[in-house]
DNA sequence: GTCTATATTGCGATAGAC
DNA sequence: GTCTATCGCAATATAGAC
């Protein structure tokens, strides 16, 4: 076959981490098999061996470099100082895109069983996806709150609970393979709908709940 | 040993299914053994074949149970009618709690690696567990909108986004083992969090991008 | 106990780089 | 043509379903 025969060593490491991705994610690192990659890729053992040194090496490699490609789109905060609604539903459309993108399914899927085994993995993953999430937003509520558009609320408690509703029973559905992903304006109206929430509430101003 | 000899059928399944989830739930499905669950237990592998049939039998059984038990809290209906706040309060607080059960942390961990395996469960646990915990919520803020005490929002939409928050990040974290799950007054703040966010959001009254 | 699956290693053959 | 990374396959060993 000669998948990875001679080629550039960066080349032959993606090229391996694309197949372990397609059986990994699909089968869950236990049930994987290192044979199931070489199907997909052709090759020889050996190389992914000499590569990654264990299925072990090859399960965290491939996890890094996904949670690393999600980062740098969460990480461009050129939105800051517009209309807050506007940086919201931005922002979570592209959370809701990257979460949706098969790589990040994937790393959903597997890791949650994994993560006794692999805690270090497991504190890389959340932090670089949900808890870096979380992070920018807080910095752009906080500085909504500096121009006097939102209440004096805790941000960063805000943030996490609007990444939850993106990351919420509609993606949960997706991962467990009750629908098809969000996409067009199914996407669009579900972002906005967070959005609204979080912006506006739903108690009626005249109702004498209303507070504050 | 003999930990389910001589036993009624629904006690020896009981105990069975009690030492799967130590097992299963700890370690996956594909990883879990029938020999584990046999060290925890005592007695033949026999005795789970004979009741289970077979590995998947015996999961399938084990997140069947689990998933009945989540449901029978959420289906109290007594609340309706009482103060919106005080109702989501009640109703987050006890979803919270179910779901930090390390039964729902168990299913909630080795189900969605297994989706593509088991559909059939996959379904079953999101129609018994968010699914059911939206549709509850739903009457409860549909009634309140007949009231008057809430806008004539979508309230399906809302309470999917207020479930998804109470399974939000900090959730995520304690399954990930990144922490404890959240106790006391510190589950008390969170929740509250999550209500008064979909109550009120966070627009100051008087800034300029307040609608409607 | 039986039998299959699979992680991991060893090694001669080989195909491309030079 | 030489050289070496990679291949292809066989072998080992262990685990685990049934």
Redesign the pocket.
């Known amino acids: 076959?000669?998948?990875?025969?001679?080629?550039p060593?960066e080349d032959?490491r993606e090229l391996i981490l694309d197949a372990a991705g397609k059986v990994f994610f699909e089968q869950g690192f236990?049930?994987?098999?290192?044979?199931?990659?070489i199907t997909r890729?052709?090759?020889?053992?050996?190389?992914?061996?000499?590569?990654f040194?264990?299925?072990?090496?090859?399960f965290t490699a491939l996890v890094e470099r996904c949670a690393d490609t999600a980062v740098s789109v969460l990480i461009k905060d050129e939105a800051q100082g517009r209309d807050v609604r506007a940086m919201m539903i931005d922002f979570g459309s592209q959370l809701l895109q990257v979460y949706q993108t098969d790589d990040l399914i994937g790393i959903f899927r597997t890791i949650l069983v994994e993560a006794e085994r692999f805690p270090r993995l497991a504190r890389t993953v959340y932090e670089k996806g949900p808890g870096r999430a979380a992070s920018h937003l807080t910095r752009v509520l906080e500085s909504a709150k500096a121009r006097g558009e939102i209440w004096p609320i805790d941000c960063a408690s805000v943030a996490n609970h609007f990444v939850s509703m993106i990351r919420g029973n509609q993606y949960l559905k997706v991962v467990l393979g009750l629908r098809a992903p969000l996409t067009g304006a199914e996407a669009n109206a579900f972002v906005k709908s967070a959005v609204d929430l979080c912006l506006y509430g739903i108690v009626a101003p005249n109702s004498p709940k209303r507070k504050k």
């Open positions: 076959m000669a998948v990875a025969k001679r080629r060593p032959r236990s049930a994987a098999s290192i044979d199931a990659v890729l052709g090759g020889s053992k050996r190389t992914i061996y000499n590569e040194g264990s299925k072990e090496g090859l």
